[in-house]
């Protein structure tokens, strides 16, 4: 059977950056605090609390202790609280998310309300909002969008969670577009995330089964399973090689894999290798 490993499969740079960043401030710091985890994997989140990174729900006192803000990025009220708590502050949000943060925080600036389209409770969509200084909307699906709350509106920026699908946000613009005169669209979906749902279009017509590795905390695969899902329906979403089922592979003559940006390496080489040698 042939292994199709999709070019985009696992760590984009974001993830990479906050991983190393953890590690160097791990090399020069016994007390490193962090409020859940540096990205959605918990493979990369053990390794790095055996390191000694500490995950804590609440901050305390935070003399002599260095507070780790991950790659989604924190609200300002949480970062306020770091610095009054008096913790060392190392930022190791994502580039692309800062700049979602900045697009957001602009268009408030220029009067409009800023509308994020991204799930409600995931840690990237909180950081967004706690960014802003004004109540934003946020609209998780074209199902839910709060007309009530539109009408009131006349001057409106969309910003998007940065792992969003497009095509899912593109059937909410359009939704939007009638109800809202003046209405700004930043497409603020990032680069690896675009690159890695673009294969996601190709693979699953071309290979009969596709794996997609990753944690079922990261929306990124989430949304790669689902991309996959609607192509092909031998699509399977795993966390590890623990996770697959022979009887998947009957009669298939060739297997797609991908793998989320939060996923290390080493777990997509043992889904493969776990693969070869069941078929
Ligand atoms: S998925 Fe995109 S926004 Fe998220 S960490 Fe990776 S590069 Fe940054």
Redesign the pocket.
Known sequence: MKINLAKSAGF????TR?IDIAYKTLAVNKNVYMLGNIVHNEVVAQKLEELGLKKIKKLGCGKNKVFLIR?HGASLNIIGQASKLEYTIVDAT?P??KEIHKIGRAAEDKGNTVIIIGDKKHDEVRGIIGQLKKRSIVIENAENIPRDKLKKIKKASIIVQ??QNLEKVLQILELLQPQIKELKFFNTI?Q??RLKQQEMKNMPLENDVIIIVGSKTSA?TKRLYEISKSLNNRSYWVQSRKDIKPVWFKGANSVGITAG?STPEYTTAEVIDYIKKIT
């Open positions: 984009c740079f974001g993830v906050a790659a994502c692309m998310v940065s792992t990032c690896p995330t990124n940006a």
